[in-house]
């Protein structure tokens, strides 16, 4: 049996992108009061939503769909259009490899830092650097 891709309206474009910024301003707020594993999981997932807005944006749908129900942060950006042009950018290439590495859901259930020495700096710069964050680069490419 064929199994039906959800066509319900989770959340719109516009409020996807102003969930990535709050969860930005948390996980900046929560890597200053010294949580850096919950930093570093909302700021992986400011990079979700800013997927899913840029899914949004290149399928010209106002809301995302349920179909896009996933963390999958690789499958993600393929279908957002985006894959190719970040692929041409080595540095935020390099950014997102690191990110992707490192951040998964399962992020919300620990509660030290991961064992290979990862940290929430570490991470927060891959997502928001100026140059080479993938926050950034998303947000300069959906807009």
Known sequence: MVQQLSRSPLID???LAGLADLRMREARALHAAGFGVGATYLAGYAVECLLKAAICKTLDWDHLLG???TH???GLLLY???DRRLRE???VL???TRLKRH?????????ATTEDGLTADQFLQWVEDPRAGVATWLRN???
Do not use: V
């Open 89 to 91: 950018n080595p540095n």
């Open 72 to 74: 999958d942060l690789e």
């Open 80 to 82: 957002s259009g985006l």
């Open 94 to 96: 390099e950014s997102f």
């Open 13 to 15: 474009r516009e409020s």
């Open 67 to 69: 179909t896009f129900q």
């Open 103 to 111: 951040w998964s859901p399962e992020l919300r259930y620990k509660s």
């Open 141 to 143: 490419n959906i807009h």
